[in-house]
């Protein structure tokens, strides 16, 4: 069976992971090793970079035009897997092929949305944080903060600063993450949507708090446009691009983030504006459903995982007693997954950056 490694990663090794912390059932970490074994064909490549797909029943794998999200965003379950295993293997090779794609950045300190695999050369110019680069940058902050890890620490200063620099947009209409080319810095599009919002996330977690709260506006902003957020929109117009509404976690995520860091009520309350907006729109007889369109409200018979992973978690987390959480004790996966440091602290991995470019 062929399998999208990031997906499986960060969806089944990142959740059975959490459930061996959680509940202590070594099976939990037993299954983890297995599926994470049968992943780990796609690092041989003749850069470092993984491939994206993988036969689980034979290795063999295919699909050699990738972008950062599928290259960077098993870090957290490798490398958690790495430390309670105690095998160096799986953080070693995943780290490989996040920093042979770091070390092809361009000059903006920012990476874009497709490479090939094989030859390292880009397939594509623009420099975001949406969907297909979004959690690369998420875990080169949380793998900083989980594992200790001084590379990754560094690989996100010089992309915090890429971002806010290049793709960080101070209008008329709020403050908003765009596009732009990766090696000019030239504004290529004025696009925002659900997927980016995680963002916020990263910047209380690395305690930029006034910009997070000025995004956090504009989030709140694109919410209240129809009640509900569309999948994205052209923050220079206001305009709608994507109607659609998969009732995503991001939003949510970051205002329960906000609200956590600041304490204000008025972060509450756009939380539970939200949550009331699902329950509103998209709640049916049998469960929930995504939207086709957020202007007309029209059903749409359809719902992916991550709503139960991550955006009831988010919506429960909000209403929750204070002792249930906290961003001390845990980092959360990209699928809201809590991981715990729960090993050797002097266990720093043994791949560094410096040896290789
Ligand atoms: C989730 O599957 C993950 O958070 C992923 O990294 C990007 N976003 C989707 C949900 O919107």
Same mark, same amino acid.
């Given at each position: 069976?062929?399998v999208?490694?990031?997906e499986?990663?960060i969806r089944?090794v990142?959740?059975?992971?959490?459930?061996?912390q959680?509940?202590?059932d070594?099976?939990?970490l037993?299954l983890?090793?297995d599926?994470?074994?049968?992943?780990l064909?796609?690092?041989n490549?003749p850069?470092?970079?993984?491939?994206?797909?993988?036969?689980?029943?034979?290795?063999?794998i295919?699909k050699?035009?990738t972008?950062?999200c599928?290259?960077?965003?098993?870090?957290?379950?490798y490398?958690? @897997?790495?430390k309670?295993?105690?095998?160096?293997i799986?953080?070693?090779?995943? $780290?490989k092929?996040v920093?042979?794609?770091y070390?092809r950045?361009?000059k903006?300190?920012?990476v874009?949305?497709?490479?090939?695999?094989?030859?390292?050369?880009?397939l594509d110019?623009?420099?975001?944080?949406?969907?297909?680069i979004?959690?690369?940058?998420e875990?080169? @902050?949380k793998?900083?903060?989980?594992?200790?890890?001084?590379?990754?620490k560094?690989?996100?200063?010089t992309s915090?600063?890429?971002?806010?620099s290049?793709?960080g947009?101070?209008t008329?209409n709020?403050?908003w993450?765009?596009?732009?080319?990766?090696?000019t810095?030239?504004?290529?599009a004025?696009?925002?949507g659900?997927?980016d919002?995680?963002?916020n996330?990263? @910047?209380?977690?690395t305690?930029?708090?006034d910009?997070?709260k000025?995004?956090?506006?504009s989030?709140?902003?694109?919410w209240?446009l129809?009640d509900?957020?569309?999948?994205?929109?052209?923050?220079?117009t206001?305009?709608?691009?994507?109607?659609y509404?998969?009732i995503?976690?991001?939003a949510?995520?970051?205002?329960y983030?906000?609200?956590?860091?600041t304490g204000?009520?008025?972060?509450?309350?756009m939380?539970?504006?939200?949550f009331e907006s699902?329950? $509103?729109?998209?709640?049916v007889?049998?469960?929930?459903?995504?939207?086709?369109?957020?202007r007309?409200?029209?059903k749409?018979?359809?719902?992916e995982?991550?709503?139960?992973?991550?955006t009831m978690?988010?919506?429960y987390?909000?209403?929750a007693?204070?002792?249930?959480?906290?961003? $001390?004790d845990?980092?959360l996966n990209?699928e809201?997954h809590?991981?715990k440091?729960?090993?050797?602290?002097n266990?720093?991995?043994d791949?560094k950056?410096?040896n290789?470019r």
């Amino acid at each position: 069976m062929e399998v999208q490694q990031f997906e499986i990663a960060i969806r089944l090794v990142g959740g059975l992971i959490s459930a061996y912390q959680l509940d202590g059932d070594a099976r939990f970490l037993q299954l983890a090793t297995d599926l994470a074994d049968r992943l780990l064909p796609v690092f041989n490549t003749p850069t470092g970079i993984p491939y994206r797909m993988v036969n689980l029943r034979t290795g063999a794998i295919s699909k050699n035009t990738t972008n950062p999200c599928e290259v960077g965003s098993m870090l957290l379950e490798y490398g958690m @897997l790495s430390k309670l295993t105690g095998n160096p293997i799986y953080y070693e090779k995943c $780290k490989k092929g996040v920093v042979a794609l770091y070390n092809r950045r361009g000059k903006t300190g920012l990476v874009a949305g497709a490479i090939n695999c094989d030859t390292g050369e880009w397939l594509d110019n623009r420099a975001h944080i949406r969907g297909g680069i979004d959690a690369y940058y998420e875990y080169l @902050l949380k793998g900083s903060i989980l594992f200790g890890d001084a590379d990754l620490k560094e690989m996100w200063e010089t992309s915090l600063k890429g971002i806010n620099s290049y793709l960080g947009d101070h209008t008329n209409n709020g403050y908003w993450i765009g596009e732009a080319d990766m090696n000019t810095g030239a504004r290529t599009a004025t696009t925002f949507g659900a997927l980016d919002c995680f963002w916020n996330g990263c @910047l209380i977690l690395t305690g930029e708090t006034d910009l997070a709260k000025e995004l956090q506006a504009s989030i709140f902003k694109m919410w209240t446009l129809h009640d509900v957020e569309p999948e994205s929109i052209d923050y220079s117009t206001m305009e709608i691009q994507s109607a659609y509404y998969m009732i995503r976690p991001e939003a949510i995520e970051s205002t329960y983030y906000v609200w956590k860091a600041t304490g204000q009520k008025k972060y509450y309350e756009m939380g539970k504006t939200m949550f009331e907006s699902i329950e $509103k729109y998209c709640q049916v007889e049998n469960g929930y459903v995504q939207l086709r369109d957020v202007r007309t409200k029209e059903k749409w018979d359809t719902l992916e995982s991550f709503f139960f992973a991550e955006t009831m978690k988010y919506c429960y987390l909000f209403f929750a007693p204070e002792h249930v959480f906290s961003f $001390k004790d845990y980092v959360l996966n990209t699928e809201a997954h809590p991981f715990k440091n729960t090993w050797d602290k002097n266990w720093r991995g043994d791949y560094k950056m410096a040896n290789r470019r």
